[in-house]
């Protein structure tokens, strides 16, 4: 079994910045991808940031030059550093991971159970 466990998430002020943090643990061979996620309220859940395992990102336009998408392969674990926040960014915010598992020949799919993150104006 593998699992997500996001954190950091919370209540900011326009303008502000958070730092959400997403570990995977279980029984892993290799992660792949991973990226962040987030769905608003009436909307459909939209890819935020990804970041394959050599290291290269992809972000999408609303959040490019104030988000940032990082990853510790050692941890298992990834980041996103959310600056300059606004209140369209609020959401609930979810980790996704390529993973292949211990005993498997293939990679699947898993993801966290999601952190609120809010943004006040």
């Known amino acids: 079994q593998v699992q997500l466990v996001e954190s950091g998430g919370g209540l900011v002020q326009v303008g502000g910045s958070l730092r959400l943090s997403c570990a995977a643990s279980g029984s892993i061979f290799s992660i792949n991808a991973m990226g962040w996620y987030r769905q608003a309220p009436g909307k459909q859940r939209e890819l935020v940031a990804s970041?394959?395992?050599?290291?290269?990102?992809s972000y999408a336009d609303s959040v490019k030059g104030r988000f940032a998408i990082s990853r510790d392969n050692s941890k298992n674990t990834m980041y996103l550093q959310m600056n300059s926040l606004k209140p369209e960014d609020t959401a609930v915010y979810y980790c996704?991971?390529?993973?292949?598992?211990?005993?498997?020949?293939?990679?699947?799919?898993?993801w966290g159970q999601g952190t609120q993150v809010t943004v006040s104006s």
């Open positions: 996704n991971a390529r993973v292949r598992p211990g005993i498997s020949l293939r990679d699947y799919d898993y």
């Open positions: 970041i394959i395992s050599g290291g290269s990102t």
